[in-house]
């Protein structure tokens, strides 16, 4: 190779570090995310925020991060959507290529035949007029009436040539001028009732044209015409030519500036492009697009973000907010920054670079600069170098180029210090080699006098009295427990420098010696991973896994502050830094900022795309954060500011009972209503819901309650709410929004609901169910009886039959029995005007009654339900006593309760003598309990015990009526064929009674 090829192959490889490019944030959305086809058409924002994507294969919608697509299923004339448009009503048109047009009011696609009116098919551009909207063709125009749905054509702007295809729209006084690709520059009157089309001009070629105030911008074949408005008008040649390939698309936002959508057909040379101050500038690499088939433009002030449209790969959406600013860096790794000399230095993979604040390169210290000093050192002092055996860190002279490694930079003096796994340099500001210690160190730092600090990660500390002359004094952890070991990070203070370390916690020295807090116990943290020292001398640690803490060391050590793990985003806390009076942590899921208690996050929604954070440091008013390709810059005081949040909360999908309620109710995705009366069957409701007008609502966190005395729900990140089974009741469904950007709450009531109350909670059906449920006892009682009576037979089976025959009469007798009581219970809340009371009661007594006849007719039912029922009956006795009825059941854990069976109704008129005649109404703590254990294989034992009056009273009553008890006894006789007591009774005045019971069981 010749000496100048030398140098030009050296100048190309130092290219990306002589001049610092940046990058602004982008998301590319394609079909992975939602999109519904990648070759995109045309791009449109409405007047309500939201993003629309006309493809080849149907319209999307971007809201909140997501995608919803519409086909011909949906109403769409075609799937090729070229063209998209918003009129003065709000409704949006949508034109295909070769279908004809689409409206969308808001709740549904309307089609207009191709025989209502349209010149052409294929659409090419709409041009919102008043109350009108012009439609350019392949070949013509047409005019919708947006009043009437009426489309007229005009017939004279028929030309019939492959080259009529309209191509563009402006208005200029009233007038209004479109383009076509090849024959020409028309005019027409768009008030008139039949427009008359004029020639302007014979320009051609022209593939899009943009006025852009007193300017026209037409494109071409490979390059942009700039007019003068008038010139284009009058014909004249364009004032200026500038640009390559085909631009499709302008936009212009403060008309200083003009973005250009282009794809050159034919030559690989589209994109994204910028004309400012007669320059035109590439901008696919500054907006990070790879695509050369842009042919769509459009911006989001509210977002300020660009979104351009491509034919081959979706769309690109890059915010050119300045306040984040990415620097690839030649995709090289950052380690560390330093901003001193007013400089800006940076360590990364490949070396050491310096530049000036403005970012022109001063000098670039590669691998084999540092690799040549090592080897000279090497050479010269042979005999004098360090030794392991001295407890100095292992280092391997023979290390390559290649495997070199950097691990961070400090300052001291205006000098550079870089440690490295071949030793520890010391350059000047302009970097030049000042000092070679052959050391191997993770960390290094000085003393607050400016002494150089050396730590090994296993043994100790050194502190050097003369670098050049390795003069220095060794403090050994093995034989002090105060000094560090295995430190993460050393920094300076005023006068003291700290030492964190992964396991032993924290340290400083203080000019004499060394101290640990955690053998002091001032702080017995172990696990200290990142450490930071604010401007005004406080210290940020942050553990492994535990809280960070914020503390002074001023005389004695105070934390004043903590940030639990669970205020921020990301498990890994890679950096800590400060600004004013806000911490700044970096996390692997990106930027978390600290202030007064709350928490605001930044991350890839922001422009925090590549969030491998390697380093980070504060410069006057900028954070620069180091990544493993390049580093960010953010302007602190602007992303800092307070802003004002302004959204609201609308529902998007409702469904009941596991079905989503009709397209009629909503309007523009959304929900016309704030309230909703269902029916009580209807009570189970799932609420998708959406936050509308919030520039980042990937941020926001959501918790609900449905009455305000409720507790809140816990925070959750999908925008939703599940009832299930919600009872009767009005209900006012609100949600807090946590927002993680602003670090804000707030509280929205969302909707109000009410479920109505059963049917039969009405009075009218509360008094048809009464006499229902006296005339079927009467009528269940008769039959029976009669049953019993009819039976004609043998003297056994008579005797048999007559025993079967009364014990259903007796089960039968036990209906009407707790019936009546249930039935007072009732009156009495009804007579004391508790109506709410009274249908609560009615509700449960109405599962208990259905329970009773269901399990009255029967022998024997399972011991699960007979328990279940005997609950049940506890819980309405307990509320018509007030609820201050202390109760329990027990079951022996060896009966299984789903697979033995016994009598229905043993049970409960024991009970029922408990609520009747066991406590006085001023008993102080009344108490019931219940056990059921088994006897032996074909009888359980129930134990009812209460702490009342005792028999001894309940008999001097003379209202006391045993009847219950005599049928349960009775009844068990029966079924066992013998007659015996088996209820019992033990009762003292003191504790109350004791009953129990034999009950057989199959």
């Given amino acids: 190779m010749s000496k100048k090829g030398f140098y030009l192959a050296i100048i190309c490889l130092l290219l990306p570090f002589w001049s610092i490019s940046q990058q602004f944030p982008l998301i590319h959305h394609t079909t992975l995310d939602g999109l519904a086809n990648n070759a995109v058409r045309s791009l449109f924002i409405d007047s309500r925020g939201f993003l629309w994507v006309g493809t080849e294969h149907g319209v999307s919608l971007k809201e909140n991060g997501n995608f919803q697509n519409f086909y011909t299923d949906d109403g769409l004339a075609h799937g090729s959507c070229w063209a998209i448009t918003e009129d003065s009503k709000g409704q949006m048109w949508f034109g295909s290529y070769g279908g004809g047009i689409t409206k969308f009011d808001g709740e549904k696609f309307t089609s207009f035949p191709l025989d209502n009116g349209l010149i052409d098919s294929r659409i090419r551009h709409f041009y919102p007029y008043q109350n009108k909207i012009f439609v350019g063709t392949e070949n013509g125009i047409s005019i919708i009436d947006i009043d009437t749905e009426k489309i007229t054509s005009i017939e004279n702007s028929v030309l019939n040539s492959p080259q009529s295809y309209v191509s563009g729209f402006f208005e200029h006084e009233g007038i209004i001028f479109y383009s076509t690709y090849g024959m020409g520059v028309y005019s027409f009157d768009p008030n008139e009732a039949n427009p008359n089309i004029n020639l302007v001009n014979e320009h051609s070629f022209i593939y899009a044209m943009k006025k852009i105030g007193g300017k026209v911008y037409s494109s071409n074949k490979g390059f942009v015409d700039e007019f003068l408005l008038d010139d284009f008008i009058a014909g004249e040649k364009p004032k200026n030519t500038f640009g390559k390939s085909i631009v499709w698309d302008y936009l212009s936002i403060d008309q200083k500036a003009i973005y250009m959508a282009a794809w050159g057909i034919y030559a690989n040379n589209g994109g994204a492009y910028l004309y400012k101050d007669q320059q035109f500038e590439n901008l696919s690499t500054t907006f990070d697009i790879d695509s050369k088939s842009i042919n769509s433009i459009v911006y989001s002030a509210d977002k300020e973000v660009i979104y351009l449209g491509s034919l081959d790969n979706g769309v690109y959406a890059v915010s050119i907010n300045q306040d984040i600013i990415y620097h690839p860096f030649g995709d090289k790794e950052i380690l560390d920054l330093s901003f001193e000399n007013n400089q800006k230095a940076i360590l990364h993979q490949d070396g050491f670079s310096i530049f000036t604040q403005e970012s022109e390169l001063i000098k670039i210290i590669e691998r084999h600069n540092f690799k040549r000093v090592s080897e000279n050192y090497v050479k010269s002092r042979k005999h004098q170098l360090p030794k392991h055996e001295d407890d100095f860190f292992e280092l391997d002279f023979e290390t390559g180029i290649d495997e070199i490694l950097f691990y961070e930079m400090q300052s001291n003096d205006g000098n550079y210090w870089i440690c490295s796994n071949i030793g520890i340099f010391e350059l000047s500001e302009k970097g030049d080699f000042l000092n070679y210690l052959p050391i191997h160190s993770y960390k290094i730092g000085f003393t607050p006098d400016g002494k150089f600090i050396e730590t090994n990660p296993y043994g100790g500390v050194r502190i050097y009295n003369d670098v050049s002359k390795m003069d220095y004094e060794y403090f050994s952890f093995e034989q002090n427990k105060n000094i560090p070991t295995t430190v993460s990070k050393v920094i300076r203070a005023k006068d003291k420098t700290y030492f964190s370390s992964v396991f032993e916690g924290l340290f400083h020295w203080n000019g004499s010696e060394f101290h640990s807090y955690k053998y002091t116990a001032e702080l017995p943290l172990s696990k200290i991973k990142q450490m930071h020292i604010t401007r005004d001398g406080k210290l940020v640690l942050a553990t492994e896994f535990d809280a960070i803490y914020i503390a002074e060391d001023k005389g004695t050590f105070e934390i004043q502050d903590t940030i639990e793990r669970s205020q921020i985003v990301g498990k890994t806390v890679l950096f800590l830094e400060s600004y004013q009076d806000h911490i700044l942590i970096g996390t692997e899921k990106g930027l978390n900022i600290y202030h007064n208690g709350n928490v605001r996050v930044l991350d890839d929604e922001q422009g925090l795309s590549h969030m491998l954070f390697k380093t980070a440091k504060v410069d006057n008013e900028l954070l620069y954060i180091g990544t493993n390709s390049g580093y960010y810059v953010l302007d602190l005081p602007k992303i800092l500011q307070a802003e004002s949040v302004k959204f609201q909360l609308s529902i998007s999908q409702v469904s009941i009972n596991q079905k989503p309620i009709g397209e009629e109710n909503f309007s523009w995705f959304v929900l016309k209503h704030d309230q909703l009366k269902l029916p009580s069957g209807e009570n189970t409701l799932l609420l998708k819901f959406k936050p509308v007008g919030h520039k980042f609502p990937e941020k926001l966190l959501y918790r609900y309650r449905l009455l305000?005395?409720?507790?809140?729900?816990?925070?959750?990140?999908?925008?939703?709410?599940?009832?299930?089974?919600?009872?009767?009741?009005?209900?006012?469904?609100?949600?807090?929004?946590?927002?993680?950007?602003?670090?804000?709450?707030?509280?929205?009531?969302?909707?109000?609901?009410?479920?109505?109350?059963?049917?039969?909670?009405?009075?009218?059906?509360?008094?048809?169910?009464?006499?229902?449920?006296?005339?079927?006892?009467?009528?269940?009682?008769?039959?029976?009886?009669?049953?019993?009576?009819?039976?004609?037979?043998?003297?056994?089976?008579?005797?048999?039959?007559?025993?079967?025959?009364?014990?259903?009469?007796?089960?039968?007798?036990?209906?009407?029995?707790?019936?009546?009581?249930?039935?007072?219970?009732?009156?009495?809340?009804?007579?004391?005007?508790?109506?709410?009371?009274?249908?609560?009661?009615?509700?449960?007594?109405?599962?208990?009654?259905?329970?009773?006849?269901?399990?009255?007719?029967?022998?024997?039912?399972?011991?699960?339900?007979?328990?279940?029922?005997?609950?049940?009956?506890?819980?309405?006795?307990?509320?018509?006593?007030?609820?201050?009825?202390?109760?329990?059941?027990?079951?022996?854990?060896?009966?299984?309760?789903?697979?033995?069976?016994?009598?229905?109704?043993?049970?409960?008129?024991?009970?029922?003598?408990?609520?009747?005649?066991?406590?006085?109404?001023?008993?102080?703590?009344?108490?019931?309990?219940?056990?059921?254990?088994?006897?032996?294989?074909?009888?359980?034992?129930?134990?009812?015990?209460?702490?009342?009056?005792?028999?001894?009273?309940?008999?001097?009553?003379?209202?006391?009526?045993?009847?219950?008890?005599?049928?349960?006894?009775?009844?068990?006789?029966?079924?066992?064929?013998?007659?015996?007591?088996?209820?019992?009774?033990?009762?003292?005045?003191?504790?109350?009674?004791?009953?129990?019971?034999?009950?057989?069981?199959?």
Avoid at 794 to 811: C, P
Wanted: aromatic fraction near 10%; include cysteine; hydrophobic fraction near 35%.
């Fill in 708 to 1002: 305000m005395e409720d507790e809140w729900s816990p925070y959750s990140s999908e925008p939703q709410i599940f009832l299930s089974y919600l009872p009767a009741g009005n209900y006012s469904i609100e949600v807090e929004v946590y927002d993680q950007f602003s670090g804000k709450n707030t509280v929205t009531t969302l909707l109000k609901l009410q479920i109505l109350r059963p049917f039969y909670q009405n009075p009218w059906i509360i008094v048809l169910f009464m006499v229902s449920i006296f005339a079927i006892s009467f009528v269940s009682y008769r039959a029976r009886m009669k049953k019993l009576n009819d039976q004609k037979a043998s003297e056994q089976k008579i005797q048999r039959q007559l025993a079967e025959t009364e014990l259903e009469a007796l089960r039968s007798q036990m209906n009407p029995h707790f019936i009546f009581n249930a039935i007072n219970s009732i009156q009495y809340y009804i007579l004391t005007g508790d109506i709410d009371k009274a249908n609560e009661f009615i509700g449960k007594f109405s599962i208990l009654i259905r329970k009773t006849l269901k399990n009255s007719s029967k022998p024997y039912i399972k011991l699960s339900e007979e328990w279940t029922y005997l609950q049940t009956y506890i819980e309405i006795e307990n509320e018509r006593k007030g609820g201050h009825i202390n109760w329990s059941v027990e079951i022996d854990p060896s009966i299984e309760i789903d697979k033995v069976s016994v009598p229905p109704m043993l049970i409960q008129p024991i009970i029922e003598n408990v609520f009747i005649h066991a406590f006085s109404h001023n008993h102080p703590n009344p108490t019931l309990s219940i056990y059921l254990k088994a006897m032996d294989f074909d009888t359980l034992v129930c134990t009812v015990k209460d702490n009342g009056v005792g028999m001894q009273k309940v008999k001097k009553n003379p209202l006391h009526d045993s009847k219950g008890i005599d049928l349960v006894n009775r009844r068990v006789s029966l079924i066992k064929g013998k007659e015996k007591e088996y209820v019992t009774f033990s009762t003292t005045v003191d504790s109350g009674t004791k009953v129990e019971i034999e009950i057989p069981f199959r």
